[in-house]
């Protein structure tokens, strides 16, 4: 299961910079996560400052 980034992001690019298969990129108004390249390692959420990132 993949992880999911809520509207609580604050666009700070700590998540993308842990991840290590690249599944996260920015988008139009935040950060997003590809579902199909995500291992559901939580190492993003970890690294959110304002917890933004739960799983899907």
């Known amino acids: 299961m993949a992880h999911k980034i809520s509207t ?3 666009s700070c690019g700590s998540c993308a910079d842990t991840c290590p298969v690249s ?8 950060y997003v996560i590809d579902a199909g390249i995500c291992i559901d390692c939580g190492a993003c959420a970890d690294a959110c400052p304002v917890e ?5």
């Open 8 to 10: 609580d992001c604050i």
């Open 23 to 30: 599944a996260i990129s920015e988008g139009d108004t935040q």
């Open 52 to 56: 933004a990132i739960r799983p899907e």
